[in-house]
């Protein structure tokens, strides 16, 4: 069942990551599906450590960043804005190259708050972190 309310392409979600914090990683929409949302990152100089693995902030920003447009496609937004209030993360696998993938979808979409399960794999689809992004829905 599609929980969009206002669906967007891949290149229109492309669009929008674009504008923020997610442009400086490289992060990318990947796929728009009815009731999930995937973007990626790459594995490079700008997301990980100084010991050359992926850093656990940058799979926090590219939860967040995924979550948080999740939430956004699911309001009115000339009626309510979205403001992320709790994100958390388990850091599982520490990849050194590659791309990553992010695979959000909703464990609950209320009238005041949504929260979000987001779980980014590496290319061989082992799972590197799992997050879930708690999201406020304020009216205007």
């Known amino acids: 069942m599609a929980i969009w309310k ?3 392409s891949v290149s229109e979600l492309e669009t929008v990551l674009h504008r923020n914090m ?5 992060i990318h929409a990947a796929e728009v599906g009815d009731d999930y949302l995937v973007a990626t990152m790459p ?18 920003v590219l939860a967040e960043s995924i979550g948080s447009v999740a939430s956004v496609l699911c309001i009115d937004p000339t009626t309510h804005r979205v403001a992320g209030i709790e994100i958390n993360a388990s ?14 979808r909703p464990l609950r ?6 929260v979000w399960e987001i779980d980014i794999h590496d290319e061989n689809g082992k799972i590197v972190c799992r997050s879930r ?8």
């Open 6 to 8: 206002n669906k967007l």
């Open 109 to 114: 979409l209320g009238r005041t708050l949504h």
């Open 91 to 104: 850091h599982m696998r520490g990849p050194r190259e590659g791309l990553v993938k992010a695979i959000c």
């Open 133 to 140: 992004l708690t999201v406020a829905i304020i009216p205007l």
């Open 43 to 60: 594995v490079s100089d700008k997301t990980t450590m100084p010991l050359g693995y992926l850093h656990g902030g940058a799979s926090c």
């Open 22 to 26: 997610a442009a400086v990683l490289d």
